[in-house]
Nanobody
Framework: VQLQASGGGLVQPGDSLRLSCAAS????????IGWFRQAPGKEREGVSC????????YYTDSVKGRFTISRDNAKNTVYLQMNSLKPEDTAVYYC???????????????WGQGTLVTVSS
């Protein structure tokens, strides 16, 4: 199970970015996928999750209405569309996969390398 996150970069407040989480060696369609982030000096936090249990998507409060998680099964990729970015969104973003509910991602998921998002004017 290998995951690769990409799409990060340096943007200004209010801009948008789309992160990608590409899988190799397994089919993402059969996994719950989540995005996490870790800002400098802070603990890792869950950002969003798309579940295989019920197909629902979940978001941490600080990104609700701004971020959207989605799957493209044909490309074996999960995306995180991030709009109206704020400086506090600056972090390394990671994706993780688990063949279970979102609750199991942090402790039992397979993780990819992160991608850095910097929001600064």
């Amino acid at each position: 199970v290998q995951l690769q996150a990409s799409g990060g970069g340096l943007v200004q407040p209010g801009d948008s970015l789309r992160l990608s989480c590409a899988a190799s060696g397994f089919t993402l369609e059969h996994y719950t996928i989540g995005w996490f982030r870790q800002a400098p000096g802070k603990e890792r936090e869950g950002v969003s999750c798309i579940s295989i249990i019920d197909g629902s998507s979940y978001y941490t409060d600080s990104v609700k209405g701004r971020f959207t998680i989605s799957r493209d099964n044909a490309k074996n990729t999960v995306y995180l569309q991030m709009n109206s970015l704020k400086p506090e969104d600056t972090a390394v973003y990671y994706c993780a996969a688990v063949p279970a509910s979102c609750d199991y991602l942090a402790d039992f998921g397979s993780w990819g390398q992160g991608t850095l998002v910097t929001v600064s004017s």
